[in-house]
């Protein structure tokens, strides 16, 4: 009994609807067979395009209604002692320079566009959008309603949130017990409480306005415990950003 290994040129098999991604990196297959028979035939091997790569053919990508196309933050890869950091230990990016946009949505009969312009610095939510490759880099396309809001500063307190969202920098954890123990950082209760920074313009109503939201600057509040995404300020300051419907309380 002899084995033989049964390969040929490989076959693109185009991904129907995905006109914009098509010739995408290819990943060949090969087949293998023990055994052979008096009339042996020779197979093909499949192609499997993956929707993450667009080929290099393609010069210019546009989102479709409210989407966004965002280049991404190049991950750091040393920490600021010079300290080169594994791939496990690179935190992923949550910001990154818009490219493209779609033309909007409809709400009722009313047409909206896209609140944020090409070249704006954003962030947004930690699990949003698909990532792709085009044109050598990194690119997140995501719903408009994803992004967190516009960092026109390279520092995280001067974030601007967008829509429904509610910049907040964080209380600081308490350090004691109430018995004066030295808490260490496992064991100290991750707070819910925090100042409110900035608030975004308010979700849309049905007929497309703008409905202003049930707090301000200046308001300490209580949110819900695994709400937002976390951000650490340059001076090591927390604040989380989250959805004004995940901020419970205003207290006084």
Same mark, same amino acid.
């Given at each position: 009994?002899?084995?033989?290994?049964?390969?040929?040129?490989?076959?693109?098999?185009?991904?129907?609807?995905?006109?914009?991604?098509?010739?995408?990196?290819?990943?060949?297959?090969?087949?293998?067979?023990?055994?052979?028979?008096?009339?042996?035939?020779?197979?093909?091997?499949?192609?499997?395009?993956?929707?993450?790569?667009?080929?290099?053919?393609?010069?210019?990508?546009?989102?479709?209604?409210?989407?966004?196309?965002?280049?991404?933050?190049?991950?750091?890869?040393?920490?600021?002692?010079?300290?080169?950091?594994?791939?496990?230990?690179?935190?992923?990016?949550?910001?990154?320079?818009?490219?493209?946009?779609?033309?909007?949505?409809?709400?009722?009969?009313?047409?909206?566009?896209?609140?944020?312009?090409?070249?704006?610095? /954003?962030?947004?939510?930690?699990?949003?959008?698909?990532?792709?490759?085009?044109?050598?880099?990194?690119?997140?396309?995501?719903?408009?309603?994803?992004? /967190?809001?516009?960092?026109?500063?390279?520092?995280?307190?001067?974030?601007?949130?967008?829509?429904?969202?509610?910049?907040?920098?964080?209380?600081?954890?308490?350090?004691?017990?109430?018995?004066?123990?030295?808490?260490?950082?496992?064991?100290?209760?991750?707070?819910?409480?925090?100042?409110?920074?900035?608030?975004?313009?308010?979700?849309?109503?049905?007929?497309?306005?703008?409905?202003?939201?049930?707090?301000?600057?200046?308001?300490?509040?209580?949110?819900?415990?695994?709400?937002?995404?976390?951000?650490?300020?340059?001076?090591?300051?927390?604040?989380?950003?989250?959805?004004?419907?995940? /901020?419970?309380?205003?207290?006084?």
């Amino acid at each position: 009994m002899s084995s033989v290994q049964l390969t040929a040129s490989s076959i693109a098999v185009p991904a129907r609807g995905l006109a914009s991604f098509e010739g995408l990196r290819p990943s060949s297959v090969k087949l293998s067979s023990v055994g052979t028979t008096p009339n042996q035939r020779s197979f093909r091997s499949f192609v499997v395009k993956a929707a993450t790569v667009v080929a290099p053919k393609y010069t210019s990508l546009k989102p479709l209604g409210d989407r966004v196309l965002v280049k991404i933050k190049t991950v750091e890869e040393k920490t600021d002692g010079g300290i080169l950091l594994p791939t496990t230990a690179q935190s992923k990016p949550q910001s990154g320079e818009v490219v493209a946009v779609g033309e909007g949505k409809s709400i009722g009969k009313n047409k909206v566009g896209i609140s944020v312009k090409t070249g704006a610095q /954003v962030v947004y939510s930690k699990y949003a959008g698909t990532e792709l490759e085009f044109s050598g880099s990194n690119h997140l396309i995501l719903k408009e309603d994803d992004i /967190v809001g516009l960092l026109e500063t390279d520092d995280i307190k001067d974030l601007k949130p967008l829509n429904d969202r509610v910049f907040i920098k964080i209380a600081e954890a308490e350090e004691k017990t109430a018995g004066g123990l030295l808490l260490t950082e496992a064991t100290k209760e991750k707070p819910s409480i925090g100042t409110v920074i900035a608030v975004g313009p308010g979700p849309l109503d049905e007929e497309g306005n703008r409905k202003a939201l049930p707090m301000a600057p200046g308001n300490t509040v209580l949110y819900s415990k695994y709400a937002g995404n976390d951000f650490k300020g340059n001076d090591g300051t927390n604040y989380i950003a989250l959805r004004a419907t995940d /901020v419970m309380a205003v207290l006084s």
